[in-house]
């Protein structure tokens, strides 16, 4: 059974900070890493997705993965108050032509004026 | 056409009846899924639809019967729910090739009474 471990939160940062979102995942074999941003009462927006060690970039958004400590991060530069919102961590495994997510339980951020 | 839609965007149901939720996608996305998530809980995967075939039934009640009618549309017929099945569900859809990247449509809010 796959575990993707995340800190519930709330993480409370200043509008303008760096938020910075981690996840842990128990599978090594694990290749493929996803974070959804899900507004209270709406669906998960997939905002970012890494497959290899390093970092990714895609505007405000950083994720960062490190195969060798099993560890997936989100950083989100000058954050908004539009950014409160829960961030889901997910890993995903083939399933024959399709796919499987197993999500972590989401960290809630809040992003004060 | 670059979303999943679903309807109802709100269903209440007593459990005796019977309903069905819909999800459409006109992306070309050959692989759909069905998730519940219920109140401050990540999504849990339901079922999978791949080429219009069901590849993953991940050991739900028969009271959900998925179907796939045609590519871009997949329904969720429900009866004889129970109270506890109230939850958000929503559905998914991704693309060959990139089966990973998942994306959602905005859900159903569904209450069994």
């Known amino acids: 059974q796959k575990e993707v471990e995340q800190n519930s939160g709330p993480l409370s940062v200043p509008e303008g900070a760096i938020a910075s979102l981690n996840c842990t995942y128990s599978?090594?074999?694990?290749?493929?890493f996803f974070w959804y941003r899900q507004y209270s009462g709406k669906s998960p927006e997939l905002i970012m997705f890494?497959?290899?060690?390093g970092d990714k970039e895609d505007g405000r958004f950083t994720a960062q993965l490190n195969k060798a400590s099993q560890y997936v991060s989100l950083l989100i530069r000058d954050s908004q108050p539009s950014d409160s919102a829960t961030y889901l961590c997910a890993v995903a495994e083939e399933a024959g032509t399709a796919s499987k997510l197993t999500f972590g339980t989401g960290t809630r951020l809040q992003v004060t004026l | 056409d670059t979303e999943v839609t679903q309807t109802p965007k709100h269903l209440v149901m007593g459990m005796t009846n019977k309903k069905s939720l819909k999800c459409e996608q006109h992306m070309g996305h050959r692989a759909m899924y069905w998730y519940k998530q219920k109140a401050k809980k990540p999504p849990e995967l339901m079922f999978v639809?791949?080429?219009?075939?069901?590849?993953i039934n991940e050991s739900v009640p028969s009271r959900f019967s998925p179907e796939c009618p045609n590519s871009s549309l997949l329904n969720l017929h429900l009866h004889a729910l129970q109270p506890e099945d109230s939850a958000l569900y929503l559905c998914a859809s991704s693309q060959e090739g990139r089966t990973y990247e998942q994306y959602f449509g905005p859900g159903t809010r569904l209450t069994v009474t």
């Open positions: 639809y791949s080429y219009e075939k069901l590849s």
């Open positions: 890494i497959y290899s060690n």
């Open positions: 599978d090594r074999v694990s290749q493929s």
